[in-house]
């Protein structure tokens, strides 16, 4: 459970800190029409674990706009979080990744190593692999598709 908090915690951060940087015409949230995601054309696209995302063109900055099979938008910076195992295991994992990688990050109190990769199809492999092969680890790329709502 705490695991799991600790995840959730840091993906909306993670996903909130990218949302500054994202510059285009889309809306986080917004759920396009089958007629507006036609005129899209086709889109490259990514699997994590058995969920496939679309990305959107025209994205700037460190994060780029994603879509879920429903056509909603989501944003995603291209990070994977690696928790439940020992920063240096989860960095000896990451070292097959190195040419791919433009930066890590340790948080020692969360117990978790971030890696930021240079693209989200490259992220999405190392996701998927690392997934299998760290045993007991949790392996995740944060892709928000909502912003917390204060009340």
Do not use: W
């Amino acid at each position: 459970m705490y695991k799991k908090l600790i995840v959730i915690a840091a993906s909306i951060g993670l996903g909130l800190s990218g949302l500054a940087h994202a510059q285009s015409n889309y809306q986080l949230g917004t759920t396009l029409t089958p007629a507006q995601i036609s005129e899209l054309g086709t889109l490259k696209s990514f699997t994590v674990g058995k969920m496939t995302y679309r990305i959107l063109p025209g994205g700037k900055g460190e994060s780029t706009f994603v879509m879920n099979h429903q056509g909603k938008l989501g944003i995603c910076n291209g990070e994977v979080l690696i928790s439940g195992v020992s920063s240096d295991q989860a960095k000896n994992a990451l070292s097959a990744y190195q040419s791919s990688i433009v930066s890590t990050t340790v948080y020692d109190s969360l117990k978790m190593v971030s890696a930021k990769f240079s693209n989200l199809q490259e992220a999405a492999n190392a996701r998927n692999q690392l997934a299998t092969t760290l045993a007991g680890a949790t392996v995740t790329l944060p892709i928000t598709f909502n912003l917390p709502k204060v009340r």
